[in-house]
């Protein structure tokens, strides 16, 4: 009736498709750092590099949003949880934390709150749910909530299906996630980017748009090829130089992590680092004029 032990899985690689073309915006988002408590990371043991992985990506998304004036918003259920607060949560998970160990209830030490981060207290799945969630994001003027933590199919999940009910964006930032099982994670991805939301990665977040440069994208090439065929020009049929249909669409999967949205067709029409530049530099700049 507890949470389970959870071993180490791989993170989902490719990213399920987004039906909505919605980028995270300084100026609109809120950082939601999702129940990040010792509670709940306990069941991923020691040396689990999910835990590892989940750390670095949120003091990265944590770090991003301080530099770019974005209010970061904790949740945390409390040590003293009475049966009646909890309810129907305890017939599904049993009296979860309790008092016997109050120290349980800290958010772990590399994502301690700053002085000006918020604190909500935790009662549903959804950080809405008995919060003062909304009224904050409507004081602050925000309609966009990245999220991050734990669980994915459960409380994040759940936060981002009621965030779009209330006409706010939600964005799972899907390697800044931890679940019970790579399925169960994979499942709420797919669940966001099909019915409430977008999900993304956080160097989609983190990575300015300066830094997708030629030189970026010929980074990103260069290892698909040949080794023996040297390297490309600009204007050279990368086909010739052995790139295939499936490193094209690894390479598809990876930009529209970065929010650079190509089909495989635009590819093949200019199968060159040129042409391939200019379809992405134009769609920058629709970003940067939106």
């Not at 909304?134 to 734990?150: F, H, P, S, T, Y």
């Amino acid at each position: 009736m507890s949470i389970p032990s959870i071993p180490a899985y791989d993170l989902p690689g490719e990213l399920p498709p987004n039906r909505v073309d919605w980028q995270p915006d300084p100026a609109r988002a809120v950082l939601l750092i999702h129940d990040m408590q010792d509670y709940f990371l306990r069941f991923y043991g020691a040396d689990n590099p999910l835990l590892e992985n989940l750390l670095a990506k949120l003091v990265a998304l944590r770090d991003w949003a301080h530099a770019n004036g974005v209010p970061v918003v904790y949740t945390a259920q409390p040590a003293e949880q009475p049966a009646e607060d909890r309810a129907l949560l305890n017939d599904m998970w049993g009296p979860g934390l309790t008092d016997a160990d109050p120290a349980l209830a800290a958010i772990a030490a590399p994502l301690a709150p700053a002085a000006d981060d918020t604190v909500l207290v935790k009662w549903r799945y959804s950080a809405f749910q008995r919060s003062s969630l909304q009224d904050l994001m409507r004081e602050w003027r925000r309609d966009q909530l990245l999220i991050g933590g734990v669980y994915a199919h459960i409380g994040c999940m759940a936060t981002a299906l009621d965030a779009f009910m209330r006409d706010i964006q939600p964005f799972l930032v899907a390697d800044a996630l931890a679940d019970f099982s790579g399925r169960e994670h994979r499942m709420a991805l797919e669940f966001v980017a099909g019915r409430c939301g977008a999900v993304l990665n956080t160097a989609a977040i983190v990575q300015p748009a300066e830094a997708l440069g030629f030189d970026w994208l010929r980074g990103q090439v260069l290892p698909l090829l040949e080794e023996d065929a040297g390297a490309p020009d600009g204007g050279d049929n990368l086909v010739d130089y052995g790139l295939d249909s499936v490193q094209v669409m690894q390479l598809l999967g990876r930009w529209q992590q970065c929010g650079i949205k190509l089909t495989f067709e635009d590819l093949a029409a200019a199968p060159t680092l040129d042409g391939w530049w200019q379809l992405i530099e134009q769609q920058l700049e629709r970003r940067g004029a939106a």
